[in-house]
Nanobody
Framework: QVQLVESGGGLVQPGGSLRLSCAAS?????????????MAWYRQAPGKQRELVAG???????NYADSVKGRFTISRDNAKNTVYLQMNSLKPEDTAVYYC???????????WGQGTQVTVSS
């Protein structure tokens, strides 16, 4: 059974930091398979569409949404089957449910986590 489990969300004041983690488990991630997946973080705020926050290809190519550049950092530890999102200088507009996504390009393998709530408020 494929699982992507996010953690690290919570309530933080503006200007604060959080680190999200997404642990991948299941037979499709066995051995070194996780390293072949492109991993990404998306978010969805109430009443808005889900949007890409940050993504990292299997080759280490990284892209960020313009709204988070310079504040968020995506990283991965293939030995732990885990991807991270370090979020600094958080703003109220960063409030959303954050989702982890795993994608194996060309194979039709695309998986989502259940999401973790991030609330930025004073």
């Amino acid at each position: 059974q494929v699982q992507l489990v996010e953690s690290g969300g919570g309530l933080v004041q503006p200007g604060g930091s959080l680190r999200l983690s997404c642990a991948a488990s299941g037979s499709i991630f066995r051995g070194s398979m996780f390293s072949f997946y492109a991993m990404a973080w998306y978010r969805q705020a109430p009443g808005k569409q889900r949007e890409l926050v940050a993504g990292m290809s299997s080759g280490g190519i990284i892209n960020y949404a313009d709204s988070v550049k310079g504040r968020f950092t995506i990283s991965r530890d293939n030995a732990k089957n885990t991807v991270y999102l370090q979020m600094n200088s958080l703003k109220p507009e960063d409030t959303a449910v954050y989702y982890c996504n795993a994608d194996l390009p060309g194979w039709g393998h695309n998986y989502w986590g259940q999401g973790t709530q991030v609330t930025v408020s004073s």
